[in-house]
């Protein structure tokens, strides 16, 4: 997970392919852990994210359904 993060604040690696498809490192990473780690992400800012899209403060990277992960990505992306 720390990686995975370190990439995210680095730009290194974008939020919607690591949502979208997520490294063996990041399957068991918290979405709201991976947000914090983006720049100008705040917990506020990653609570309202995550209420809006309708998922779960403790959801892993790879308990997402398909939904929760399409919302995400249509947020993210733009």
Known sequence: ????????RSG???????IAKPPQC???????ELLRALP??????VERLLKRCQVSPRKTIADLSDR???????????
Not at 40 to 45: E, F, Q, R, T
Not at 69 to 77: A, D, K, N, P, S
Request: avoid cysteine.
């Open 12 to 18: 290194e690696l974008s939020i919607v392919t690591l």
């Open 1 to 8: 997970m720390q990686r995975a993060a370190l990439q995210l």
């Open 26 to 32: 990041a399957v068991s990473a918290r979405v709201s």
């Open 68 to 78: 929760q992960r399409g919302e995400l990505i249509e947020v993210l992306g733009d």
């Open 40 to 45: 100008a992400y705040g917990p506020v800012k």
